[in-house]
């Protein structure tokens, strides 16, 4: 999964360079399926790179097909919290997008997300995903060995509030492996000490997902993504982050 997690990170750095006005939507993806099914060599480990060929060494995209989601990558703007669908839709100034991205190597899934600025952005939309951004941090300093879920939840959730955001509640974290998504779900708000014990060997995908205005969410119009009910912005980061015995490891970071 480390090994998954570094492909993915340098999937989505390179991902980032492509963002800018005028772009649309399914550029983007299309974009990250040219690298994920024709993968250069800048994404593979010398020692991985000389046994690929086999079919379950072939980097696959974890989002395509499941629940019949249509693309490899989730692409949402402003107002769009996760999961929505790549389009025709062309990225303006001023903008934010999400950009969610699984990947599945080696019988292993790896999950990540960033939000970015579509060229320049007033002060509070920046001072949200910086807040968010934070946000993941702080939850993963309580990805260790003793603490619980509720440890995780609760930190996140009184950091957002202290800056005068809000978390969404409806949408959550999860364990991941094997399988995309995976028990525990990880809530981006909570009680201190509540919930499961976390363990060495546990691999969690922390994402916060924070709005300027209300919590509450409603399904977006193309069946697959989630917005503010009131139409407000959000932002929303996330990191494959494993538990060692000395704390949290970061899976999708270079």
């Given at each position: 999964?480390?090994?998954?997690?570094?492909?993915?990170?340098?999937?989505?750095?390179?991902?980032?360079?492509?963002?800018?006005?005028?772009?649309?939507?399914?550029?983007?993806?299309?974009?990250?399926?040219?690298?994920?099914?024709?993968?250069?060599?800048?994404?593979?480990?010398?020692?991985?790179?000389?046994?690929?060929?086999?079919?379950?060494?072939?980097?696959?995209?974890?989002?395509?097909?499941?629940?019949?989601?249509?693309?490899?990558?989730?692409?949402?703007?402003?107002?769009?919290?996760?999961?929505?669908?790549?389009?025709?839709?062309?990225?303006?100034e001023g903008d934010i997008i999400s950009l969610d991205l699984g990947i599945f190597w080696k019988g292993f899934h790896t999950d990540m997300a960033i939000?970015?600025?579509?060229?320049?952005?007033?002060?509070?939309?920046?001072?949200?995903?910086?807040?968010?951004?934070?946000?993941?941090?702080?939850?993963?300093?309580?990805?260790?060995?003793?603490?619980?879920?509720?440890?995780?939840?609760?930190?996140?959730?009184?950091?957002?509030?202290?800056?005068?955001?809000?978390?969404?509640?409806?949408?959550?974290?999860?364990?991941?492996?094997?399988?995309?998504?995976?028990?525990?779900?990880?809530?981006?708000?909570?009680?201190?000490?509540?919930?499961?014990?976390?363990?060495?060997?546990?691999?969690?995908?922390?994402?916060?997902?924070?709005?300027?205005?209300?919590?509450?969410?409603?399904?977006?119009?193309?069946?697959?993504?989630?917005?503010?009910?009131?139409?407000?912005?959000?932002?929303?980061?996330?990191?494959?982050?494993?538990?060692?015995?000395?704390?949290?490891?970061?899976?999708?970071?270079?």
């Amino acid at each position: 999964m480390a090994e998954g997690g570094k492909i993915l990170a340098k999937i989505m750095k390179k991902l980032e360079k492509k963002v800018k006005p005028g772009i649309t939507t399914k550029e983007l993806d299309r974009f990250v399926e040219s690298l994920i099914s024709c993968p250069p060599k800048f994404l593979l480990p010398t020692e991985a790179l000389a046994k690929v060929g086999a079919a379950e060494d072939k980097i696959k995209c974890s989002f395509k097909g499941y629940e019949n989601f249509p693309a490899c990558l989730c692409t949402s703007i402003n107002e769009e919290i996760v999961h929505s669908t790549p389009s025709i839709r062309r990225l303006r100034e001023g903008d934010i997008i999400s950009l969610d991205l699984g990947i599945f190597w080696k019988g292993f899934h790896t999950d990540m997300a960033i939000t970015l600025p579509v060229g320049k952005i007033d002060p509070e939309t920046q001072g949200l995903i910086q807040v968010t951004k934070k946000a993941l941090k702080i939850g993963i300093k309580k990805v260790r060995p003793g603490n619980t879920l509720g440890d995780i939840s609760n930190a996140i959730q009184e950091y957002v509030e202290s800056q005068g955001f809000n978390v969404v509640r409806e949408l959550c974290g999860h364990g991941i492996g094997r399988e995309l998504h995976e028990d525990p779900q990880i809530l981006n708000y909570g009680r201190k000490g509540k919930g499961p014990e976390l363990r060495e060997g546990m691999v969690l995908a922390l994402e916060p997902m924070v709005t300027v205005g209300d919590w509450r969410i409603k399904k977006s119009v193309d069946g697959f993504g989630w917005e503010t009910a009131d139409g407000s912005l959000s932002c929303h980061f996330e990191h494959t982050t494993a538990i060692t015995k000395k704390g949290p490891k970061i899976l999708t970071k270079i």
